[in-house]
């Protein structure tokens, strides 16, 4: 009976619609995983502990999370060839234009291209904010995979003033506005 249970069970998963899966089973070769533009929003009292990272950006500096705490920070991953990512990037540069005075931080992490690429694209779409080079080793990757995962490309996370995950945007961003909430949302929040 227990053995009858366990195959129905497993037969069962199956079927569960993963969309990030199955993208992944079809071998489209477009060479990366879309999300579908899901918005995840985690409440002060459920986010995990502030996220620790350091990166080089593509002028050669290094960018580290002690850089943007006490300010919202959003965090975007991308790469130049993902056709998503630069669907977005106007809608990012708009929120950074907007925001960049007012205590709201923008941090790209490149998860593919050299440092001449990332260069070309800022320079192609007037991104102003800086951007990590975190394809040799993905160190920005990992740091925030262990809170709530940049699962496809483009992720856009939102990062409290204490820096904590408080939202993840799951593919492009489908619509400004939506970002424009979500750091308004974390702007808003009391610093205790």
């Known amino acids: 009976m ?40 985690i409440t002060a009292e459920n986010r995990a502990a502030p996220v620790d990272f350091s990166g080089t950006l593509e002028s050669g500096e290094t960018a580290t999370s002690a850089d943007y705490r006490g300010r919202v920070l959003v965090v975007n991953f991308w790469y130049a060839g993902c056709a998503p990512c630069r669907a977005e990037a106007p809608d990012l540069q708009a929120m950074w234009k907007k925001y960049e005075n007012l205590g709201v931080g923008f941090l790209g992490v490149n998860i593919r291209d050299r440092t001449d690429t990332a260069r070309s ?17 993905g160190a920005l990757q990992l740091a925030f995979s262990g809170v709530i995962a940049p699962n496809a490309v483009p992720t856009t996370l939102i990062v409290d003033k ?28 009391s610093d205790q």
């Open 2 to 41: 227990f053995a009858l249970a366990l195959v129905l069970a497993f037969a069962v998963s199956g079927c569960v619609s993963d969309s990030l899966a199955a993208q992944y089973r079809e071998g489209s070769g477009k060479n990366y995983i879309a999300g579908d533009g899901t918005v995840t929003e």
């Open 121 to 137: 694209f800022s320079e192609t779409f007037g991104i102003t904010y800086p951007s990590a080079i975190d394809a040799d080793n």
């Open 162 to 189: 204490k820096g904590r995950v408080s939202a993840r945007i799951l593919g492009r961003i489908s619509d400004a506005s939506i970002l424009d909430a979500l750091i308004k949302t974390a702007l808003e929040e």
